[in-house]
């Protein structure tokens, strides 16, 4: 099935951006005018960056920038945050090949349009290469962003918060094997403390207790 891949029209804005996301102070939002004004790209080229930004996981879908920008600024782990921005966002690449942004130039193009379905000669495919090509070189894959993400929405950098209510056990060595496991807990909208201590105990008695046993 076809897929598609993130890419920009004019594939230079994304280094550019990059360069002076680094330089500017990170905002509360990536707007249109922190892009116009801040990045200093203007019209449709820097209209195109948000949601571009949005694919590959330095932006999240409200506008706010993921701790992976925030990661990218430092110098000390941009790189490996931009490597995680590019299996993020072109995911469909690294599910054929983990190691595509290892490939020759001719390697690579053909792997996009396996996947993207696309004409070999097609706009859509060569703007896909050449966006890719110049993440690249920002980007270092021998080293991780901290935290990696779990789902396709999920970008990396960014640990999955676990709910305040949630309970992570150990269950004690059973010939050698230990087993894990998280408890999700669907609390009742009451007010009432006698509620929750109900609960709490039950799970407490039922569930937690083998481990004292």
Sequence with gaps: MSESLPYL???GSIKTAL????QAATPERVTGDFVSTKLAIKGGTGAA???FLKKIGLVNSDGTPTDLYKQYRNPETGAAAIGAAIKFGYK???QVNEYFYELNDNELRALIVQVTGTEQDSQVAKLTFSTLKTLKTFAKFDESASGEHTSDTQPPGISKPD???S???RQRD???LNLSYTINLNLPATSEQAVFNAIFKSLREHL???EQE
């Design 9 to 11: 029209v004019s594939p």
């Design 19 to 22: 360069e002076r996301i680094r």
């Design 49 to 51: 960056l948000i949601p």
């Design 92 to 94: 469909k690449l690294e």
């Design 163 to 165: 709910l305040d209510l």
């Design 167 to 169: 309970k992570r056990h």
């Design 174 to 176: 059973a010939g050698g």
């Design 208 to 210: 937690l207790s083998n």
